[in-house]
């Protein structure tokens, strides 16, 4: 049984690493947040220490340290996103080995620190890219491996996940700290195109705002338009006032499901980075590259057929 430390425990995607904790047989020690609304681990481990300032915490985890008993084997990040770096190293310099959310860091340089603080600590960081162990993704992705087809395939991106006015109250809604829409919530599903489809060749920015950004990737085996929104309006007619959240991929016109199998994705990853096969920070280069060309992109469209089609008539 290993030991865990988790950081950012009253946040929205706390309570599936507490869950995934448990699942795979480990003890939540100690939880981190500035804010107390963390009732969730009465449920999942009500035995946790609980700190609201890190350095109670940091000074309470580094005595743990003393006890081969109670030492902390793993640090789980879940903060936001700008404070990812700062509490990824504090967990490597406690010893630990480190899992964090997605984004990881902004930037390749970020990135290149981390794997300094890797070889100076001798422990690792693992990125949770979810996505990679969707069942309907790794069929894709051998699908698109053993075609002999030659041409490019014809991809299509559509995400769009209502939020309210207190999104942008919060620091996902400031750009300095969520690095904008584009990289809060669709990071993960340029993992999964380069994932599937291979090493990117071009990224055209179409159109970002506060709300919604849009463009073209063309990856070695596909040409991808995308378009990611947290406005409700985006949504189709079809599901307005019916659900929340519209999620779409197609390829080569043929729609891929994969609205379920969500739920204990995060469970998979902890049991993936336990067994030694998780994924390390080589492994986040290629999306961390690719929104951070997008957040510094300026808007191009080199041909309207490259245009999502949610994006036409919104120019």
């Given at each position: 049984?290993?030991?865990?430390?988790?950081?950012?425990?009253?946040?929205?995607?706390?309570?599936?690493?507490?869950?995934?904790?448990?699942?795979?047989?480990?003890?939540?020690?100690?939880?981190?947040?500035?804010?107390?609304?963390?009732?969730?681990?009465?449920?999942?481990?009500?035995?946790?220490?609980?700190?609201?300032?890190?350095?109670?915490?940091?000074?309470?985890?580094?005595?743990?340290?003393?006890?081969?008993?109670?030492?902390?084997?793993?640090?789980?990040?879940?903060?936001?996103?700008?404070?990812?770096?700062?509490?990824?190293?504090?967990?490597?310099?406690?010893?630990?080995?480190?899992?964090?959310?997605?984004?990881?860091?902004?930037?390749?340089?970020?990135?290149?620190?981390?794997?300094?603080?890797?070889?100076?600590?001798?422990?690792?960081?693992?990125?949770?890219?979810?996505?990679?162990?969707?069942?309907?993704?790794?069929?894709?992705?051998?699908?698109?491996?053993?075609?002999?087809?030659?041409?490019?395939?014809?991809?299509?991106?559509?995400?769009?996940?209502?939020?309210?006015?207190?999104?942008?109250?919060?620091?996902?809604?400031?750009?300095?700290?969520?690095?904008?829409?584009?990289?809060?919530?669709?990071?993960h599903f340029f993992d999964m195109l380069h994932f599937i489809f291979g090493d990117l060749q071009r990224n055209e920015?179409?159109?970002?705002?506060?709300?919604?950004?849009?463009?073209?990737?063309?990856?070695?085996?596909?040409?991808?338009?995308?378009?990611?929104?947290?406005?409700?309006?985006?949504l189709p007619e079809v599901v307005k006032g019916k659900q929340p959240t519209y999620r779409s991929i197609t390829c080569?016109?043929?729609?891929?499901?994969?609205?379920?199998?969500?739920?204990?994705?995060?469970?998979?990853?902890?049991?993936?980075?336990?067994?030694?096969?998780?994924?390390?920070?080589?492994?986040?280069?290629?999306?961390?590259?690719?929104?951070?060309?997008?957040?510094?992109?300026?808007?191009?469209?080199?041909?309207?057929?490259?245009?999502?089609?949610?994006?036409?008539?919104?120019?």
């Amino acid at each position: 049984m290993k030991n865990f430390a988790l950081i950012g425990a009253a946040g929205y995607i706390a309570p599936r690493h507490m869950k995934a904790i448990k699942e795979t047989g480990n003890l939540l020690s100690v939880a981190y947040d500035i804010n107390d609304s963390v009732g969730i681990i009465d449920s999942i481990s009500p035995q946790s220490e609980f700190f609201t300032e890190f350095e109670c915490f940091y000074d309470h985890a580094h005595q743990l340290k003393r006890n081969e008993a109670t030492k902390l084997d793993y640090v789980s990040v879940c903060s936001p996103n700008y404070l990812h770096h700062s509490h990824i190293t504090a967990g490597l310099r406690l010893g630990c080995d480190v899992i964090c959310e997605k984004p990881l860091v902004p930037t390749l340089a970020e990135l290149d620190d981390l794997i300094q603080v890797e070889q100076e600590t001798g422990k690792r960081v693992f990125n949770i890219l979810q996505l990679r162990h969707h069942q309907a993704i790794l069929d894709l992705k051998d699908k698109v491996a053993s075609s002999s087809n030659t041409d490019k395939h014809e991809v299509e991106l559509t995400y769009i996940t209502s939020r309210g006015k207190w999104y942008m109250q919060s620091w996902k809604g400031d750009p300095r700290k969520s690095f904008g829409v584009a990289t809060n919530i669709g990071v993960h599903f340029f993992d999964m195109l380069h994932f599937i489809f291979g090493d990117l060749q071009r990224n055209e920015l179409h159109f970002m705002n506060n709300d919604k950004a849009a463009g073209y990737l063309e990856y070695e085996n596909a040409r991808v338009k995308w378009f990611l929104s947290i406005d409700a309006e985006d949504l189709p007619e079809v599901v307005k006032g019916k659900q929340p959240t519209y999620r779409s991929i197609t390829c080569d016109g043929e729609e891929l499901e994969f609205s379920g199998g969500f739920t204990d994705l995060h469970t998979v990853s902890y049991q993936e980075i336990l067994a030694g096969r998780g994924y390390g920070l080589e492994d986040a280069r290629h999306c961390i590259e690719t929104v951070n060309a997008i957040r510094q992109g300026k808007v191009h469209i080199e041909s309207q057929a490259d245009v999502h089609p949610f994006l036409q008539g919104k120019l």
